[in-house]
């Protein structure tokens, strides 16, 4: 059981703050956002970065474990907010695609071959 829990309101988002105790070890905090887990870090200051989100990165060719990837990489990007047809231009039929609902609307979660034996795009879409 935490020995503190907290409730706040951020930006109309309900974040919770457990504290656990440990004798002999500092205290951890675990942070959840609309009842799921988002952080756990040692100490009880309250993340000021707790509702930010970072974007990815274009690949780095020097990551890459060869020339070929990187020029591939460099022409066949994913980036956050692309529609369903860009991803299909680029990349062809999904290998994988399964309709869902959510709440109440229909949705479909897809996967794209990105490279050869990589199925690694996913694409969730709603159709309303």
Do not use: W
Request: proline letters at 9%; aromatic letters at 6%; one cysteine or more.
């Amino acid at each position: 059981m935490p020995a503190e829990n907290h409730l706040r309101d951020c930006d109309e988002v309900n974040v919770e703050q457990m504290i656990f105790e440990r004798p002999g070890e500092p205290d951890v905090s675990i942070f959840l956002i609309e009842g799921r887990v988002a952080v756990k870090k040692v100490g009880r200051s309250f993340p000021i970065d707790i509702l930010s989100f970072a974007l990815p990165l274009a690949p780095d060719p020097t990551d890459h474990e060869s020339d070929e990837i990187a020029v591939r990489s460099k022409t066949q990007l994913v980036a956050v907010g692309m529609k369903e047809g860009e991803l299909r231009a680029q990349f062809g039929a999904p290998k994988l695609q399964v309709p869902y609902t959510f709440k109440g609307h229909s949705a479909e979660h897809a996967i794209y071959e990105t490279s050869p034996g990589n199925p690694s795009v996913a694409s969730p879409s709603s159709t309303a």
